[in-house]
């Protein structure tokens, strides 16, 4: 089927403003993963879920960063009052159960924060 | 706790040359090993992977790296340098105890040179 898919694919916001980032995994995909990659760095994890178990949100930066998901598909990343410096592409990734299936990562949400 | 270095944020090879980009890691549990791959404007393919059995593995594209568990390195190498090769590369760690936290590394960008 489809691949992973995020929305908007660029969000431009102004600093104290709230975003919301959407992502629809892989029809299937038991394991959700979000990651931050800012300008000229690696992915920084941010949080996983997997099926119906507490998720780990032990790279969620600061409790700014929340997010979840709703019936075991999609997933939404919400970052409240906004700064500079959460300007960054944010990248969404769905798996098969195990651990040791691949990644399928989506084309990721750029956001810009003046 | 798991790191993932990788030396040299910058590669620069020659067409038709040998690739070499390397990738350390620390983990306290024998790992999975990724590489992942990001062309230009595209999202994150996985490259190859290692996870039990044959510590030499071969991926898309020509690529292969070798698992060698007394330098923890997980280096990726291409015999020959093609110009579509140029794009960032990242080196991921998980546990195989379970779980499904990936620690990425900062990524490598490798150019080719004509």
């Known amino acids: 089927g489809a691949g992973v898919s995020q929305s908007p694919s660029n969000k431009v916001t102004e600093k104290g403003k709230d975003v919301e980032l959407r992502c629809d995994p892989i029809s299937g995909h038991t394991a959700l993963y979000w990651y931050r990659q800012s300008l000229g760095q690696g992915l920084e994890f941010l949080i996983y879920f997997q099926g119906n178990s507490a998720p780990d949100k032990s790279g969620l930066p600061s409790d700014r960063f929340s997010a979840e998901r709703t019936g075991g598909s999609v997933s939404t990343l919400t970052i409240q009052r906004t700064q500079q410096e959460d300007s960054a592409v944010y990248l969404c990734?769905?798996?098969?159960?195990?651990?040791?299936?691949?990644?399928?990562f989506g084309p990721g949400t750029r956001l810009l924060v003046l | 706790a798991q790191s993932v270095t990788q030396l040299g944020s910058h590669v620069s090879v020659s067409e038709g040359a040998l690739v070499l980009l390397r990738c350390n890691y620390s983990s306290s549990v024998p790992p999975y090993l990724f590489w992942y791959v990001q062309y230009p404007n595209q999202g994150l393919q996985l490259l190859l992977k290692y996870t039990t059995g044959a510590t030499l593995v071969k991926g898309i594209n020509g690529f292969e790296a070798e698992f060698k568990k007394s330098e923890t390195s997980f280096h990726l190498t291409k015999p020959s340098a093609h110009m579509s090769d140029a794009a960032e590369y990242f080196c991921?760690?998980?546990?195989?105890?379970?779980?499904?936290?990936?620690?990425f590394g900062a990524g490598t960008r490798l150019f080719v040179k004509a």
């Open positions: 991921a760690v998980r546990p195989n105890t379970g779980g499904f936290k990936t620690i």
């Open positions: 990734a769905s798996s098969q159960q195990s651990g040791r299936e691949t990644q399928y």
